[in-house]
């Protein structure tokens, strides 16, 4: 049985969605191994520590024809998830209160197992225990995703951790455990202060990184009994010991040497290209790696690691990377056209083709919608030694994380319809706050305007309908309207619906532009 009371239920862990674990990003990043997973569409699915199930939801909707199952220990999220689950009324979706160590093969065989943030926060029998998990119900071209905090990253963040443990271990009440064990940790930055020492350096690098997380978080990463990391070759040698293999990161850039420095990657590739497991392990070191999203199979699978450019011509690709400013030539010096393109998310690539360019500009114009890498040939006018050319690009892209790819159409739209819609998740999260889940399982925080819109949009009603809905929360004050010369409120009804009318034309525009509005057919 499981416990019947947890930290967790003490402290609940906010249940988000985590998009590198959707099936359908692990199936697109096995294929470029040669591996072909189970499709997202048809596949069952088992998440350990699945918390209140907000990861499992935004599946589960996406994928009406899969089977999702999620278990955690803390009676208190499952009972919360399974409230959103009957709002929905997701029929595809079980949270079972059950703790890992009695999971049994009733729960049947899975397509993809996944576990985020759960492997290094739990004792070692318990570790062990969902590796025999993924060994015994994985199928046989199933994926596991496991993450994990890893060294040697944490050896300087065990410091921190070790010293807000300890401070708050003297203090039962959870709330003072964590305002103490913060405070602990400035006071030592402050008394330190002034000495530039790499000891100060890494206090206030962690106190920077602990301003950015939210209470909760600081919790159960720092006060939790359990936080052992490890490093990828001791996890790499767990999962041979269990009949696994470790497949490939859920980011594909940080497989890749080659996004470090032409001689760091020599050295690298001196070091490792033998093995890949080596290989990622000093990659580790060089990156000074704190966290691992380490995807698993069975280790009877056969693997290609050479991974060239054809795997490209069967992907489905898109980017939002735009161009920036060209460095223009001094007087004398030959024309430069090399052109750098970047990524919202801090990716970048450059490019000196004009074949590759016009791609990423391509790319950029659809986004978030994904081309067809023939489409994208055709777009270029591309011909043979042009495409074949174009896939070692595309690829080159990808390894830099400035190109996503997948296997299958999406289910959102970038068209404004008659009567858009967003999900019906969407639509309950937009009821209850700021942050909702798009088609593309990602976060989103709306203001007012885009919230009450998103809440409007139910496939059922026109725009004009939309409008009045709107109309009638600005007439209530729920909503307001700002001029936008001096943003100052407007207050007569007249003018409100003159600037409506432009103003939810943008917003639906960019609900477009989020993956917020599904396919009338999806």
């Not at 404004?416 to 009821?431: I, N, Y």
């Amino acid at each position: 049985m499981a416990e019947k009371q947890t930290t967790y239920d003490a402290i609940p862990y906010p249940s988000n969605p985590f998009r590198q674990t959707r099936p359908e990003r692990l199936a697109a990043v096995a294929k470029l191994f040669g591996m072909e997973a189970p499709p997202a569409e048809r596949c069952r699915v088992l998440e350990l520590g699945c918390s209140m199930g907000g990861n499992l939801l935004v599946m589960a909707q996406d994928h009406p024809g899969s089977q999702f199952v999620g278990i955690d220990a803390s009676s208190r999220q499952i009972a919360d998830g399974w409230k959103t689950v009957e709002q929905l009324g997701l029929k595809n979706l079980q949270l079972k209160h059950l703790d890992v160590l009695d999971v049994t093969e009733e729960l049947g065989q899975f397509d993809y197992i996944i576990s985020h943030g759960v492997f290094s926060w739990v004792p070692a029998r318990v570790q062990n225990k969902m590796l025999e998990i993924c060994q015994r119900q994985l199928a046989p071209n199933g994926i596991g995703y496991i993450s994990y905090n890893t060294y040697p990253g944490w050896h300087i963040r065990g410091i921190v951790r070790d010293m807000m443990f300890y401070r708050g271990a003297q203090f039962a009440d959870p709330a003072a455990r964590l305002a103490q064990a913060k405070g602990l940790v400035h006071f030592v930055a402050q008394a330190t202060k002034g000495a530039d020492t790499p000891y100060q350096r890494l206090l206030q690098s962690e106190l920077k990184h602990m301003g950015q997380m939210e209470d909760y978080y600081l919790h159960h990463e720092h006060l939790e009994e359990n936080n052992q990391p490890l490093y990828f070759h001791e996890f790499a040698r767990k999962l041979s010991v269990n009949g696994l293999q470790y497949l490939g990161d859920a980011e594909f850039s940080t497989m890749v040497s080659s996004n470090f420095s032409g001689e760091v990657a020599k050295t690298l590739h001196e070091l490792g290209a033998h093995d890949i497991i080596q290989m990622e392990q000093y990659m580790d070191f060089v990156r000074c790696r704190y966290f691992r999203k380490s995807l698993i199979c069975r280790s009877g699978v056969q693997l290609n690691r050479t991974v060239t450019p054809a795997v490209v011509r069967d992907l489905l690709l898109s980017s939002d990377a735009a161009p920036v400013a060209a460095k223009k030539a001094s007087p004398g010096e030959a024309p430069v056209d090399t052109e750098t393109f970047h990524t919202a998310s801090g990716y970048s690539v450059n490019c000196r083709s004009p074949l590759t360019k016009a791609a990423l500009r391509e790319l950029h114009a659809k986004w978030p919608m994904p081309v067809a890498f023939k489409d994208l040939v055709a777009h270029c006018a591309a011909d043979e030694k042009g495409a074949e050319f174009l896939a070692g690009e595309m690829l080159t892209c990808m390894a830099a994380g400035v190109v996503e790819w997948r296997l299958t159409p999406v289910r959102f739209t970038t068209e404004v319809g008659k009567t858009p819609a967003t999900t019906p998740l969407a639509r309950l999260e937009a009821q209850r706050g700021y942050k909702i889940t798009n088609l593309r399982g990602e976060s989103i925080v709306l203001d007012e305007l885009h919230r009450q819109t998103v809440r409007q949009l139910d496939g059922k009603r026109d725009l004009a309908q939309v409008t009045e809905a709107l109309m009638a929360s600005l007439e209530r004050g729920d909503l307001v309207l700002q001029r936008d010369s001096d943003k100052s409120k407007v207050t007569e009804a007249a003018e409100m619906r003159k600037l409506l009318g432009p103003a939810l034309q943008r917003v639906l525009a960019n609900l477009a532009n989020k993956a917020l509005l599904a396919r009338a057919d999806a």
